[in-house]
């Protein structure tokens, strides 16, 4: 089964910095998506970012991106000009890109501090 | 378009009681995922389906369960509670495609007592 491992339980980041939350994964699948998505306390979950495996480009999505690294089994998401908003918890998340239904893979997390 | 509906958003149970949790998708998904989230556990995938029909289930034991209707919208149940069922429970809907995102409900707050 697929694995994903964030980790750094907590970050803290000044505001307007940045920081960079790690995870890693482990499948023997070569097709594949990757996503970071983030929770605000006592609200939903949203997707941050998507990466999809045979994407060489990283992706970006405004102050937020990806460094993925295929080979290592690595994605990590950057987050420029730290917003007071961008506090909450994120989820490193996996999923097979074969059609073998829905299922995704979640770490951990990491909660993430904004410190003004 | 209206988002992912869960309720009841929070309740609370007692040891050996059972409960349902009901999940109204986005209009137009055909999928409906099921995650338990814990701290420090994260989200444990507990099953999708699609179309009525269970595609995937994750390891947990019989005594969860859930359902799809025709419209849709899912059920979860849980029967025989234990204290150790005390979690937010996540439902997410997606289009069903093999590239889709999952679109999360705000999910339900269970307390076993």
Redesign the interface.
Same mark, same amino acid.
């Given at each position: 089964a697929q694995t994903v491992t964030q980790s750094q339980p907590e970050m803290s980041v000044q505001e307007a910095e940045t920081v960079t939350l790690s995870c890693t994964y482990d499948t023997s699948e070569s097709d594949y /998506?990757l996503?970071w /998505?983030k929770q605000p306390p006592s609200?939903?979950?949203?997707?941050v970012i998507?990466q999809?495996a045979y994407k060489q480009q990283n992706a970006t999505e405004n102050r937020f991106s990806v460094n993925f690294q295929k080979a290592a089994k690595s994605f990590s998401l950057k987050i420029s000009d730290s917003q007071l908003g961008d506090a909450a918890m994120y @989820?490193c998340a996996y999923r097979? %890109? =074969?059609?073998? %239904?829905?299922?995704? /893979? @979640? =770490?951990? =997390?990491t909660s993430l501090t904004v410190i003004p | 378009k209206a988002g992912v509906t869960q309720t009841p958003r929070y309740l609370i149970k007692t040891r050996g009681q059972q409960v349902t949790l009901s999940c109204s998708p986005i209009s137009g998904h055909r999928s409906v995922s099921w995650y338990q989230q814990t701290p420090g556990q994260g989200l444990q995938f507990l099953f999708e389906y699609f179309s009525e029909t269970q595609r995937n289930k994750g390891n947990f034991p019989g005594r969860f369960s859930g359902r799809q209707f025709s419209n849709s919208r899912s059920e979860m149940n849980v029967s025989t509670l234990e204290l150790g069922d005390s979690a937010l429970y996540l439902c997410a809907s997606s289009l069903g495609t093999n590239t889709g995102e999952l679109f999360f409900g705000e999910g339900s707050r269970l307390t076993v007592l």
């Open positions: /998506y996503f /998505y609200r939903q979950m949203i997707l998507r999809e @989820f097979s %890109g =074969g059609n073998t %239904g829905n299922q995704f /893979y @979640f =770490g951990t =997390g | -």
